[in-house]
């Protein structure tokens, strides 16, 4: 290969090669046997931090003797008939893939960073390639946590599931149809079977369109239910219950209520000694009543997850579920009657979440990712993004993966 290079000033560099390849081989055939048959110059586009530089190639055509195949040699960082040398492609890939950046924004970069000008639909082109980093597997931990995402398409909301390792974080996603959200769920799951993903636990919030595509897909999994979305509905039918009491009070009562509204229902291990000092008062001056009572009980039901085996919980949970309630304190119970299984089913295994925080931890990543780009105008382009998306989360776990490598 012969290289020089000409200074064109505010124009730019264009550098001119020849390539000589030192053997000449068939790709059809394998002869080596070819004479030269014609020859062209192609321009190639390459980044250049200084200003814009091109390449000048003169590729020179053989023809096989054997198969009478007409072929070009393969030339090292360009590809076949490209325009830019995969050095560019693959910056292009990085600003979309790891920086976070939409296409828009990706060809503004090029053009103001490396000088090289491309449109975005070159950029869209170039991220819907697949990526020529090494990705190492990473074995399933045997826990799915399983959560949904909510964003938008040609103005129209929609739905990505999240289905994620519970315990090692690698994460793949599907996009839901929104007028058949069930069946979605369940196409969903089929596919992670077909891939080979077989759990033994799969953690869920209370949608009941979950409980039976696992029962569907995989019947011998263990249901687990998100205690932190328990949680939420715990607290949320005990806000309810103290609202209705809150209702009847004198004006200045039911203000003092509305002010410390969360330091009630925040959990008591989570107040400090001047917020435990405010409940404190106030469950002294409406000794007796729903707020009291309320909080009593939510205690209780923490109690149960504080249990140090299945068996002593299970004894809770009938302790709880044996007592009157009041009719207003009577839907916070429903959740345990209904679901007490699911709600300790994680207290078989060591080191398994009770939470579908993973899933969550990536819902978190992908509306980051997604913010960038003010949503989708259409159904290919959010595809490719959960593509890239997934493509960033396995990235960076190699990253991670390599540099606890012995060196």
């Known amino acids: 290969m012969k290289t020089f290079q000409i200074d064109l000033g505010p124009g730019g560099i264009e550098a001119f090669i020849a390539v000589q390849p030192a053997e000449i081989k068939c790709p059809r055939c394998g002869s080596t046997h070819a004479i030269v048959h014609d020859c062209y110059f192609r321009k190639v586009r390459d980044v250049n931090l200084e200003q814009s530089q091109t390449i000048c190639l003169l590729v020179i055509l053989y023809e096989c003797k054997e198969c009478k195949k ?45 000088k090289l000008k491309t449109s975005n639909s070159t950029i869209y082109e170039w991220s819907k390639e697949s990526y020529d980093e090494k990705i190492f597997p990473f074995s399933f931990s045997g826990v799915l946590c399983i959560d949904e995402a909510h964003s938008k398409t040609n103005g129209k ?7 994620a390792d519970g315990v090692k974080g690698d994460a793949i996603l599907f996009e839901l149809k929104e007028n058949a959200r ?37 019947p011998n999994a263990i249901h687990q239910l998100c205690h932190f979305h328990f949680m939420q509905l715990i607290n949320k039918h005990l806000w309810k219950a103290i ?6 009070l004198k004006k200045e009562d039911r203000k003092e209520i509305n002010k410390h509204r969360f330091k009630i229902l ?36 923490q109690e149960i997850f504080k249990s140090n085996n299945k068996k002593e919980a299970v004894q809770k949970i009938k302790a709880v579920l044996k007592e009157k309630h009041p009719k207003s304190l009577r839907k916070i119970i429903k959740p345990i ?10 207290m078989d295994f060591e080191n398994v979440p009770r939470t579908n925080n993973p899933a969550e931890i990536v819902k978190r990543k ?9 949503g989708f105008k259409s159904k290919d382009g959010k595809q490719m993004l959960i593509k890239n998306f997934q493509l960033s989360i396995l990235i960076q776990k190699t990253k991670k993966w390599l540099e606890g490598l012995p060196t």
């Open 366 to 374: 992908y509306r980051a990712f997604e913010r960038a780009r003010y």
């Open 70 to 114: 007409t072929f070009a040699p393969k030339i090292d960082g360009i590809g076949p008939y490209a325009r830019y040398t995969n050095r560019a492609k693959k910056l292009a890939r990085d600003s979309v893939i790891r920086d976070n950046l939409s296409t828009r924004k990706a060809a503004e970069r090029f053009k103001e960073d490396f």
């Open 243 to 248: 609202k209705k009491f809150r209702d009847r």
């Open 182 to 218: 069930e069946e979605s769920i369940e196409e969903a799951l089929k596919k992670l079977k077909e891939m080979g993903i077989e759990p033994f636990l799969i953690v869920t919030d209370f949608h009941s369109a979950y409980h039976e595509a696992i029962e569907n897909v995989f």
């Open 157 to 163: 909301e929609d739905r990505v599931l999240i289905a």
């Open 266 to 301: 925040k959990n008591q291990e989570n107040r400090d000694s001047e917020e435990e000092k405010i409940v404190g008062d106030l469950l002294k001056k409406h000794k007796g009543t729903i707020l009291e009572k309320g909080l009593v009980l939510k205690e209780r039901i």
């Open 337 to 346: 009657k209904y679901h007490w299984k699911e709600l300790i089913s994680y």
